[in-house]
């Protein structure tokens, strides 16, 4: 027996039959969310495969500018709100390494920046922006225009350091804490600051390359301006920029 429809059956079929697998489709994606998003989840806590780089090196310097005012920008930076650095454990791991190899020469690490909120990412952008709050100039960007940080990439709307994985360090003597002299300060916005740079003293090359060495054979890579900066190479968020605050 053929049933014979009508062409206002025929249409309330289809939009139902429609309506079913937009339903379905709303369905899903809730479900997605739900099994995704931890109920009651708090957006300002570490997240895991982050740890407290204190809770594995406990004798390593901290100096976390970016939580004073010595600094480039000459402020507290939005997002750290305590002097302490995070990383994601696999690179907490290799600088452990990094520390246990260099007390067998008398040396450790001073860190002053892991793990950086993009709501600090974003802070330096706005800083940037506005070209008339020099106050820091004389210190950390002496010879650069401001108006050219973007264009020279001293400063861009994302970092690396966001990913959990790069690290800002340098070397100290463990019998004085004083830190070896690497020809410039941290965060010195200027072409001596590379690692290449020859304008500086044998005795202070061979300081970089000592701390370059160390960290290349510990997994970590080096950035072509900026001898204290490093990131490992098999970092476990290679896309992924977080925004939980330091605290």
């Not at 650095?85 to 290799?94: G, P």
């Not at 600088?95 to 920046?113: N, S």
């Not at 072409?191 to 970089?208: F, G, H, Q, Y």
């Amino acid at each position: 027996m053929h049933l014979k429809l009508s062409a206002i059956q025929v249409n309330q079929r289809c939009l139902k039959s429609r309506f079913g697998r937009f339903a379905g489709w709303i369905q899903l994606f809730l479900l997605t969310v739900a099994c995704t998003t931890e109920p009651g989840a708090d957006l300002n806590r570490v997240p895991a495969g982050f740890v407290d780089i204190a809770s594995l090196i406990p004798d390593a310097v901290l100096d976390v500018r970016y939580f004073s005012r010595d600094n480039f920008v000459g402020a507290s930076i939005d997002g750290y709100e305590a002097a302490r650095i995070y990383m994601t454990a696999a690179a907490a791991e290799a600088l452990q390494d990094v520390q246990l190899e260099l007390r067998t020469l008398g040396l450790g690490i001073k860190i002053f920046d892991a793990y950086r909120p993009q709501k600090a990412v974003d802070h330096f952008v706005r800083w940037a922006q506005n070209l008339s709050d020099i106050r820091m100039k004389d210190i950390y960007y002496p010879a650069v225009d401001k108006a050219n940080l973007f264009r020279d990439g001293y400063i861009a709307a994302r970092s690396g350091h966001s990913r959990g994985s790069t690290v800002d360090l340098t070397l100290i003597d463990l019998e004085t804490q004083r830190e070896l002299d690497m020809g410039s300060g941290w965060d010195f916005f200027d072409p001596v600051s590379w690692p290449s740079d020859i304008s500086i003293s044998a005795e202070l090359r061979a300081n970089r390359m000592r701390l370059q060495s160390v960290m290349i054979r510990h997994g970590f890579q080096p950035l072509a301006e900026e001898w204290w900066h490093f990131t490992l190479e098999s970092e476990p968020f290679p896309d992924t920029y977080f925004d939980f605050p330091v605290n």
